[in-house]
């Protein structure tokens, strides 16, 4: 399907030095914003709950409740940066609550804060850490030890704990007497009671505000973002070696700073708009580098094609031809692209709709990217290896150039060897 009557005749690459600097500019400012963003926005990023650890609940009442109120009551309850976002649709007044909280406390503030209460409230327990043990990333559990002499039953630990405070969920014996875990109830149920202060006339008949809990903590969201990377990582390193096979190192390299260049502007779109990074980013930057490189492939088709069909012809004009012969296929393919992040756009909320600004982000950069990003650099390597070429004289075995047909005619020559 064409929408011109004819091929067109824009000058794409005429001005490619301008909109590579340009490109070069946003990605470095992208990559120094959280140094300098702090005077116009927060400069840190907006880790999610997924990367940085914390619970993520999902709530609901018995009638409309405003998020702002839901979030200074939490706040008040001792329940600091939360994230409340409305979830489906209105007149189920459900919500989703994010807290940075994995664990009712941190390891610092436990040792300074709690410990000394139990050890009030438990006497003869062995000294230090020896006799009260807590890790926030294992969640919400105390192990008690009795020291020399002290013998301590099941019911008098979860009287104790109860005494100095704590709202225990189950007393486990590890040792009969001496050593015990104890399961406190966690940030889920400190929600749910300052919920129930708070909106007693609009809990459900299921007796809980909360639905559903998931938990992440602080070493396992690390770790997810470790391997977040890792993934976006491999999937450029494949898609390289694939171009590289199927055209040449040019090509290949290319279509490669191309995709660095999308991941880093989408990425870029997240902290300008201090939008939650989560497990959807990485899906989203992920998404659109697939959706990139598949442009940037049919290109690359098109451009090895007229190589083949005009020997020796300017690399730069054969790009731009090839560019206006697949004009009307990019424009058709992206335009229905985004007409479908439309519909998310308007009728979606919260991540979801996050994913699909994001996209919308990708669509357009990975439009842009193909045309003022992968075929300038392959110039550009071009040029310098013919630079390099008439450096040494052409001594050697000659290399073919781009111009010649790429990696087929290097096939082809083979074969008549």
């Known amino acids: 399907m064409q929408i011109f009557k004819q091929v067109p005749n824009v000058d794409f690459l005429g001005q490619r030095k301008f909109w590579l600097s340009l490109s070069l500019g946003l990605s470095i400012l992208i990559f120094v914003w959280p140094l300098v963003g702090h005077v116009w926005s927060p400069a840190k990023p907006n880790w999610g709950v997924d990367f940085a650890g914390g619970s993520e609940m999902q709530v609901q009442f018995t ?13 008040a309850g001792g329940i600091a ?10 007149q ?68 104790d704990f109860a005494k100095a405070g704590f709202h225990v ?18 940030v889920s149920d400190k929600v749910e009671r ?20 998931d938990t992440v ?14 993934a976006l990582l491999l999937s450029i390193a494949l898609i390289l070696l694939y171009i590289g096979f199927r055209f040449d190192f040019a090509f290949a390299t290319g279509a490669v700073v191309a995709l660095l260049h999308d991941a880093i502007i989408v990425t870029g779109y997240y902290l300008l708009s201090h939008a939650e990074l989560n497990t959807d980013t990485i899906a989203a930057v992920l998404t659109v580098v697939g959706y990139s490189v598949n442009d940037t492939v049919i290109i690359y088709d098109r451009i090895r094609e007229n190589l083949q069909k005009h020997k020796g012809r300017d690399l730069v004009r054969v790009m731009n031809e090839s560019i206006n012969e697949t004009l009307s296929r990019t424009i058709i393919t992206h335009f229905t692209v985004l007409l479908s992040l439309m519909g998310l756009l308007i009728f979606t909320v919260g991540t979801l709709r996050e994913f699909a600004f994001a996209m919308v982000v990708g669509v357009i950069t990975g439009t842009y990217s193909s045309v003022y990003i992968a075929s300038p650099i392959t110039i550009w390597i071009s040029d ?4 390099r070429k008439e450096r040494l004289g ?22 008549k060897a």
């Not at 009638?63 to 706040?75: E, Q, S």
């Not at 940066?81 to 209105?90: I, R, S, W, Y």
């Not at 007693?200 to 559903?212: D, E, N, Q, V």
């Not at 310098?384 to 630079?387: F, R």
Request: aromatic share 4%; glycine share 12%.
């Open 63 to 75: 009638g409309p409740v405003d998020p702002v109120r839901i979030r200074k009551t939490l706040d």
């Open 81 to 90: 940066d939360t994230n409340v976002q409305q979830f489906g649709e209105a």
């Open 92 to 159: 189920n007044h459900e919500f989703l609550v994010r807290v940075r909280q994995a664990s009712l406390f941190t390891n610092q503030v436990f040792e300074k804060e709690e410990a000394p209460k139990l050890r009030a409230a438990l006497p003869g327990l062995k000294p230090g850490k020896a006799g009260i043990s807590y890790n926030a990333d294992q969640g919400d559990q105390v192990t008690v030890r009795a020291g020399a002499g002290t013998t301590l039953t099941k019911a008098e630990v979860g009287e």
């Open 169 to 186: 969920q189950d007393v486990r014996v590890i040792t009969q007497g001496t050593v015990y875990s104890v399961l406190l109830k966690g």
């Open 194 to 213: 300052s919920l129930s202060a708070a909106f007693p006339k609009l809990k459900p008949a299921t007796g809980t505000f909360i639905r559903k809990v």
């Open 217 to 230: 903590g602080a070493s396992v969201g690390h770790e997810l973002k470790i391997a977040a990377i890792k």
């Open 384 to 387: 310098v290896m013919k630079a």
């Open 394 to 415: 052409g001594s050697g075995p000659a290399k073919p150039r781009l111009s010649d047909g790429g990696g087929k005619q290097r096939r082809a020559a083979g074969a």
